[in-house]
């Protein structure tokens, strides 16, 4: 195992990465968000209705598609900062495993947090990000954990 004072400062490298792309993630995600709040605003209030005339319906159906497309487009950016995130972890965490433990103490968790910490990756005040980080394979995976 390396040195604790230069594997804290080779964390603290990568965690600085990670919160850039955060940083990144969540100004990309500016739009597409207050998109999908606005529909989903709409669609509340049609469904409050109780008499639902036919153009209500087709407007439900319109907000649906238009979800479905903001979701796409969310679902990209999420794999787009994936491949990102990959590139940030070979470049920093090591391929020792016996520093993986140590990583996963101090690297892991905390990343994590910088994505469900985001206000600009929220929705309705549900986190809908959810991060699959694996040290052995230097991979991390940004998905979509809500259905909206």
Known sequence: MGNPKDDKKKMDAAKKDVQAEVKKLSLK????KEEVETLAQ???EIDAKKDQ???DKDELKKIDLSMAAARKVIEKDFADSSKRLNL?????VPDDKKEHK??????VGGAIDLFKADPGLKIHNQVFLGV?????KKQALLKVTKEF
């Open 29 to 32: 995600m500016r739009k597409p």
């Open 42 to 44: 709409k669609k509340a």
């Open 53 to 55: 005339t036919p153009d």
């Open 88 to 92: 940030i972890m070979k470049k920093h």
């Open 102 to 107: 140590a990583w996963e103490k101090g690297f």
């Open 132 to 136: 699959d980080v694996s040290l052995g």
